[in-house]
């Protein structure tokens, strides 16, 4: 009797685990099938760690876009923005490694990664002093990167960065625990799965990153959804790395040091961005700063006309 329960037991967990795998293969079958990032101007950076998706667009002084670092993440991000920038300048969007159409290997992913890739794609790509335009904790990234070459780069202009404290965040045991269960095959896939589908994105959306949120459209959900499941299950291991803490780098050093124009641009309804702003001022008086109005997260998004009139007053 006991044999024939422990092999019931096993039978049972065998076909639990083979359904999961099953929904989870399906997942990113369905994330994928709408090609929604498909782009004809497709370009790509052969970085010695992976393949990085990159788009070129426009003529003039380089501006180079950087998304916020997310699983969802991706050059859509700045659809309706760019095409007015790349009026007067030649415009570099990207996907960072592990976002998007870039390659997504099975590694951890680190701060120091991402600055050496900013640095690299400038050095390789655009080939010339840039601005630089970030959003959200991709901000640190580009402040690392000015720190260690300061001449690739003009004004600095960063779209809602992440609070000081943020920035400081280590990996601690409960992150390494954390980490380690996302990057299980089958159970931490599911996890995945479930915290990037279509209707967590639209809660964060709604919650977290939108002020009108009648401005969300379906196309950014789906664009989001799908960033998050090409490369299949290699795409969970970035997140697994930011949910690790192995992503964050403190900015407080770097902004002392950099003698660059640093502007800040928020969303008026962004939690606690005046907040922000003043501390990094306290680091360095010289930041300038403007608010959005009627707007949060990701104003490049919900107000795009006048994020990109305050951007034509920096950027020459």
């Known amino acids: 009797m006991k044999k024939n329960k422990i092999h019931k037991i096993i039978l049972l967990s065998g076909l639990t685990l083979a359904s999961i795998s099953i929904a989870n293969k399906l997942t990113f079958m369905s994330a994928t099938s709408r090609n929604m990032l498909s782009n004809d101007d497709d370009l790509y950076f052969k970085w010695r760690f992976g393949r990085v998706f990159y788009t070129k667009e426009g003529k003039g002084n380089p501006i180079l876009l950087i998304h916020e670092l997310n699983s969802t993440g991706s050059d859509f991000e700045w659809k309706r923005l760019k095409k007015e920038l790349a009026k007067n300048h030649t415009v570099y969007t990207i996907d960072l490694l592990g976002c998007g159409r870039s390659e997504k290997p099975n590694f951890t992913y680190t701060n120091f990664l991402y600055v050496q890739l900013i640095t690299d794609f400038v050095k390789n790509i655009i080939g010339q002093r840039c601005d630089v335009v970030s959003s959200g904790n991709a901000s640190a990234l580009v402040l690392m990167s000015c720190v260690y070459h300061s ?21 601690a045991a409960c992150n390494k625990l954390l980490k380690n269960l996302i990057e299980l095959p089958v159970i931490g896939t599911m996890l ?23 401005k969300i459209k379906s196309i950014d959900i789906q664009a989001m959804h799908e960033a998050a499941h090409l490369g299949n299950y290699s795409a969970k291991f970035l997140f697994s790395s930011m949910e690790g803490n192995y992503t964050h780098i403190p900015v407080s050093a770097a902004l002392k040091k950099i003698n660059h124009n640093i502007i800040i641009l928020g969303g008026t309804a962004e939690p606690k961005i005046e907040q922000t702003i003043a501390e990094y001022k306290e680091l360095n008086p010289a930041i300038e700063s403007d608010l959005i109005p009627n707007a949060m997260h990701f104003p490049h998004i919900e107000e795009p006309a006048k994020t990109a009139e305050i951007l034509k007053t920096y950027i020459c």
């Open 151 to 171: 001449e690739l780069f003009n004004h600095i202009i960063m779209i809602n960065p992440e609070e000081i404290s943020d920035s400081c965040k280590l990996p």
């Open 192 to 214: 995945y799965n479930v915290i990037h589908s279509q209707l967590y994105i639209s809660m964060d959306l709604r919650t977290n990153k939108f002020y009108n949120t009648s």
